[in-house]
């Protein structure tokens, strides 16, 4: 009998739709709700489409996933715990698809060794770990974010004081009881 685990994340929408998703329980790991991301693909539905993904601090992939689901060309998801990393590998094999990847790594590390840009980027760090700041330099720093690319963050503070790039201009803000969700796009 298949060991049965309590923490599942349903994809909400396209090919997926309605499948659910088993992640481990790690400290820190909080999957972006449905109703955040029933809002958040409402916003990009029209870019979604064949965008190469990057999910940051992937966890359960519920972003990262949810974009695939929804026609996203490809997918890398990041995370650095063995555990869930894992676990978003078995998710792969489980959807059976070749246009996602695993990369068991530091965040920052990632962030400072990649050269490739992403037209979709994912950027949800663990809460009060200061993470932010750093990702959001490298991710300009190493242009990891395509022209005309659009960059999610989902923090616990107010982004106006973070250093945020010029060229990214605010395309939607929510807050959900105490999260902070920002939509950016970079100006080409």
Not at 58 to 67: C, I, K, R
């Amino acid at each position: 009998m298949a060991k049965k685990s309590g923490n599942r994340l349903r994809i909400i929408g396209g090919q997926w739709r309605s499948r659910f998703l088993p992640f481990p329980d790690v400290e820190g790991l909080r999957p972006t709700t449905d109703r955040v991301r029933e809002t958040l693909f409402n916003w990009l539905q029209p870019v979604v489409h064949g965008a190469a993904v990057l999910d940051v601090f992937a966890g359960s992939g519920a972003l990262g996933f949810e974009a695939l689901s929804r026609g996203a060309g490809s997918l890398t998801l990041i995370e650095k715990n063995p555990q869930a990393a894992k676990q978003l590998m078995e998710n792969i094999q489980t959807l059976n698809t070749s246009d996602a990847q695993v990369k068991q790594a530091d965040a920052l590390h990632y962030l400072a060794q990649q050269q490739t840009p992403f037209d979709l980027i994912f950027l949800d760090p663990p809460f009060s770990k200061g993470l932010l700041p750093e990702c959001i330099a490298l991710i300009e720093s190493n242009h990891l974010l395509a022209d005309n690319g659009w960059i999610y963050i989902e923090s616990e503070q107010d982004l106006a004081s973070l250093n945020l790039p010029s060229s990214w201009g605010l395309h939607r803000e929510k807050k959900a009881g105490q999260v902070r969700l920002c939509l950016y796009q970079k100006q080409g």
